[in-house]
């Protein structure tokens, strides 16, 4: 680590309580902040020695002097304290720092092992686990959900956030979703089947239910999501291409303190009514360079899926800009006529 400082400091009252309760379990959460920022924290009783950039080493001993008054309070201190207390310093994260992608990735949840393939999903994962909001754009079989879920598994089984929302649009392609039977949660609730599926998988599906049952995870229909603010919580926005401008901000206006945002979409399968421009689309232009905002654009060259699934997004791709190009010289055709 370049210029490293070292910062020396002791916690006052001596307490053995609430420094037990401070480091966590096994040194726990000194092991946590260590883990994020790249630094070292080391102690000896209620003295402190930490290591690390001169300003950020000042950051962390506040951090830990504010956390140790809240434990001498009475205050039981968890992971998902200390993520907040980190991300409160303002401190990037070393854990997913700007690296060479060839190196290893991997989501950890207790039942399973998740290994991003490419260099786009290793920039999409490394980017949810960073920013707060995170945008996944690209065809289908890129694995921008199911990698969505597997972080959302991950934050939750680390307690960083306290609960899993599951959001959708209420268009779909040639569907009426009048004529199904149930409630609107009912109604979408078979186009989150992906989300399910990849749940069931990290989970299991009998805890999967429990957790619904507890309203830990929750399924959401975007109409619903009006007048909420989401803190401590992981929400992922599947198809949101389908959104509209309004759809699209509303959502992004609900997240609150310790939430982590997931938008997934794909720009090529929009079905909203003609007129009605995606708030997706919207969204890349007016957010675009925004900081804490990430964006991960997925080719046909990130299928993950049977490999005749590429070349269908491929010639999809091909056959649709070929068709633009007929378009527009049709259009300047007529305009000459």
């Known amino acids: ?32 902040i260590e883990e994020r920022t790249g630094m070292e924290v080391l102690h000896r009783g209620n003295h402190f ?6 300003a950020e080493c000042e950051k962390i001993k506040l951090m830990l002097q504010q956390l140790f008054q809240d434990a001498s309070s009475g ?34 949840t207790r039942k399973m092992q998740i290994r991003p393939r490419s260099d786009n999903q290793k920039r999409y994962v490394e980017s949810v686990q960073r920013l707060d909001i995170n945008f996944g754009i690209g ?12 972080c959302a598994v991950e934050a ?20 009426k979703l009048g004529f199904l039977p149930g409630d609107l949660s009912q109604k979408v609730d078979p186009y989150l089947r992906p989300l399910y599926d990849a749940l069931y998988e990290m989970i299991g599906i009998e ?24 803190n401590g919580s992981f929400v992922i926005l599947d198809e949101s291409q389908n959104t509209t401008r309004e759809q699209m901000k509303m959502f992004l206006t609900r997240i609150g303190f310790g939430s982590t945002a997931v938008i997934t979409g794909d720009v090529t399968q929009i079905d909203l009514p003609k007129g009605v421009r995606s708030g997706l689309v919207h969204a890349i232009e007016v957010l675009k360079g925004v900081e804490g905002i990430g964006f991960t654009h997925f ?7 049977h490999p005749l699934v590429q070349h269908i997004v491929i010639a999809y791709d091909r056959y649709e800009k070929m068709e633009a190009q007929r378009q527009q010289s049709d259009q300047q055709t007529r305009e000459k006529r």
Do not use: W
């Not at 065809?139 to 597997?150: C, R």
């Not at 080719?299 to 899926?305: L, M």
């Open 75 to 108: 205050t039981e201190l968890t992971p998902a304290h200390i993520h907040l207390a980190l991300k409160a310093t303002g401190i990037e994260s070393r854990q997913n720092s700007s690296t060479p992608y060839d190196r290893d990735v991997t989501i950890r």
């Open 207 to 230: 805890k999967v239910a429990r957790l619904i049952e507890k309203n830990v995870i929750e399924i959401a229909p975007l109409a619903y999501m009006r007048g909420r603010t989401l």
């Open 156 to 175: 939750l089984e680390r307690e960083e956030v306290s609960r899993i929302l599951l959001v959708r649009p209420a268009v779909e392609a040639g569907e």
């Open 139 to 150: 065809p289908a079989g890129t694995g921008k959900t199911y990698l969505a879920v597997a």
């Open 299 to 305: 080719t046909a060259k990130d299928v993950v899926r």
């Open 49 to 54: 020695q930490i290591l690390g950039s001169e």
């Open 1 to 32: 680590m370049p210029s490293t400082h070292t910062l020396n400091f002791t916690l006052e009252p001596d307490n053995l309580g609430a420094l037990a309760n401070l480091c966590g379990q096994l040194n726990e959460h000194l092991l946590l």
